[in-house]
């Protein structure tokens, strides 16, 4: 079966740093997806990764490794406002996004 | 634009009634998509469309019923409801396959009692 496992809650301090790993098990890959989720809103896109290596994007650095199923998002420098879920979604060989579960980010002042 | 939009917001249906969700989105995607999320969980995928005329069942389809008639309109049928229905729904669109990058809707929040 195909799978997407991430953490189901975090927390952190105001102003640090934090990484949220994502690992998957699909059949086939075709890229993955981080998106943000304020409670009770709409998810909306962070990232995309479709090939190995870092992408940087402000304060929010999506990472990929292919060959070990393994992703993760880091967040710099965070904000009270960046408190909220966060869905890692993999494509797979049909094209179709799995989704996980959600890491729900606490921040603390 | 106004992207996707969903109607209504909110609704509250007894077991057995039926109702459509709307969504409607004007950045002209062939692809939309219907999902559900239930409290602590990832979105599970309803049914989706690549165009006007086609829809394909996803991963959670009984239940639901869609139309895509025109590339702008992808309405949702809920024929008999249940309690398991009870959930938040959100509509996305997007422009290539499987989504480079899927747009939501606000979401309905559907309860079944």
């Known amino acids: 079966g195909q799978n997407i496992d991430q953490p189901t809650e975090m927390t952190a301090t105001e102003g640090a740093i934090v990484q949220i790993n994502c690992t998957y098990q699909?059949?086939?890959?075709?890229?993955l997806f981080w998106y943000q989720q304020h409670a009770g809103e709409a998810p909306t896109f962070l990232s995309y990764?479709?090939l190995d290596g870092l992408e940087e994007k402000g304060r929010f650095s999506s990472f990929l490794s292919r060959s070990k199923g393994y992703s993760y998002l880091l967040l710099k420098e965070l904000q009270m406002k960046d408190s909220a879920s966060y869905l890692c979604a993999v494509r797979d060989g049909n094209y179709q996004l799995i989704w996980g579960a959600g890491t729900k980010l606490i921040i603390k002042p | 634009n106004a992207g996707v939009t969903q109607t209504p917001k909110f609704r509250i249906l007894k077991i057995g009634q039926s109702m459509t969700l709307q969504c409607a989105q004007d950045?002209?995607?062939?692809?939309m998509y219907w999902y559900r999320q239930d409290p602590g969980m990832g979105l599970k995928l309803i049914y989706y469309?690549?165009?006007?005329?086609?829809?394909d069942k996803g991963e959670v389809p009984n239940g639901y019923n869609v139309s895509r008639s025109t590339t702008e309109d992808f309405p949702l049928r809920l024929e008999l409801a249940a309690p398991s229905q009870t959930s938040v729904y959100f509509c996305a669109s997007s422009s290539t396959t499987g989504g480079y990058e899927q747009y939501f809707g606000p979401g309905t929040r559907l309860t079944v009692t």
């Open positions: 699909t059949s086939g890959f075709n890229g």
């Open positions: 990764n479709v």
């Open positions: 950045m002209n995607h062939n692809y």
């Open positions: 469309s690549v165009g006007a005329g086609i829809t």
